[in-house]
């Protein structure tokens, strides 16, 4: 029995771009950047929209403005959108599942995107999808995790958030992430987490605060060992690239954070940067997007991840593969 692709588009997509934490009420210099770069194709990561409110009228008015920005509109009549949310999109500020306007929230965020009236998210709880893109030898599958939705709550003390018992995704989110892996045959996957994934250290929202649902992840990666994984992420107003070596794994698991697009951290006089063991560059606090490049050339292709900001600045560049 054959497994359904989602979205499949025998495009073959060599440029993705990626992004997240955009304040709609602030400039937005940064889609004429990304569209100099020629993008096949740009990935929200969340916070896409700021309405800072569980208000769902709120949440509308916040999209609405982000969709008549200028330079969005024309960003997004030349470049295929896809993505997931973040808490604030989502609408409550590091919220989970008993968000009482989750549904309703949901639907304004496929309006946004542009999702199909027939797309399977309309019809079922959750926002996770995949899209895979090209024809056999190129083919490249982005996973978008949902990790809002079904999300347990957290537990934390006076510095944080602290790991606890609890689930990040849900049964139904659980049972179709191991499908995805299980029955794809893309030569890259691309998974698009909200949050990060592979730090342990921050205080701060991350798949560790509920430890075991980031050591089923790392256990369906290790089972399945789908061809060329790596994961990119938002959330956190900086970008970061690290990577954790896992057992059985040829190549260690790479993770590209890039945040902010015009929202970057506040860096006061007492501010100290967080320690991060995985971290395998220098961290960047400016504005930013990611940059997926990848070569198809013979039977092993070739992904480089850059982050890059205004006035065409080259922060820092990794070859994952």
Same mark, same amino acid.
């Given at each position: ?22 304040? @709609? ?9 990304? !569209? ?80 199909? *009236? ?13 899209? +895979? ?30 790991? +606890? ?11 179709? !992430? ?7 045959? %893309?030569?890259?996957?691309?998974? %698009? ?11 701060? $929202?991350?798949?560790?605060?509920? +430890? *075991? ?5 790392? *256990? ?53 940067? $967080? ?10 606090? @400016? $504005? ?24 065409? @600045? ?8």
């Amino acid at each position: 029995m054959s497994y359904p692709v989602e979205h499949p588009n025998d495009q073959v997509v060599s440029t993705i771009a990626f992004g997240s934490c955009n304040d @709609q009420n602030r400039p937005q210099p940064m889609w004429k950047q990304i !569209l100099q770069q020629n993008p096949d194709l740009f990935v929200w990561l969340g916070d896409n929209v700021y309405p800072d409110s569980e208000n769902l009228d709120d949440i509308m008015v916040a999209y609405r403005k982000q969709l008549s920005n200028p330079d969005y509109k024309t960003f997004k009549s030349q470049v295929p959108i896809i993505g997931i949310w973040d808490d604030h999109d989502y609408g409550v500020n590091d919220g989970g599942k008993h968000f009482r306007n989750k549904g309703e929230s949901k639907d304004f965020l496929l309006q946004f995107l542009g999702v199909d *009236e027939e797309d399977s998210r309309h019809f079922r709880a959750g926002a996770y999808t995949s899209y +895979t893109y090209g024809t056999p030898g190129k083919t490249v599958r982005i996973i978008l995790i949902d990790t809002r939705y079904f999300r347990d709550n957290l537990k934390r003390n006076k510095e944080g958030y602290i790991p +606890t018992v609890g689930d990040m995704l849900g049964l139904s989110q659980w049972s179709w !992430l191991e499908n995805q892996f299980k029955h794809s045959e %893309a030569d890259v996957h691309i998974i %698009a987490s909200s949050i990060q994934v592979l730090p342990i250290e921050h205080p701060y $929202e991350k798949w560790d605060n509920l +430890t *075991e649902s980031r050591r089923k992840l790392f *256990e369906l990666i290790q089972k399945y060992q789908p061809k060329n994984t790596f994961i990119i992420s938002g959330d956190r107003h900086h970008a970061e690239f690290m990577e954790l070596k896992l057992n059985g794994m040829e190549q260690p698991l790479f993770e590209a954070t890039s945040s902010s697009l015009n929202k970057p951290l506040n860096r006061d006089s007492t501010w100290v940067e $967080e320690a991060n063991k995985y971290r395998i560059r220098s961290a960047i606090y @400016q $504005e930013n997007y990611g940059l997926i490049r990848i070569l198809w050339q013979g039977e092993n292709p070739s992904v480089m991840v850059d982050i890059k900001g205004v006035d065409n @600045q080259h922060f820092m560049s990794h070859k994952v593969f």
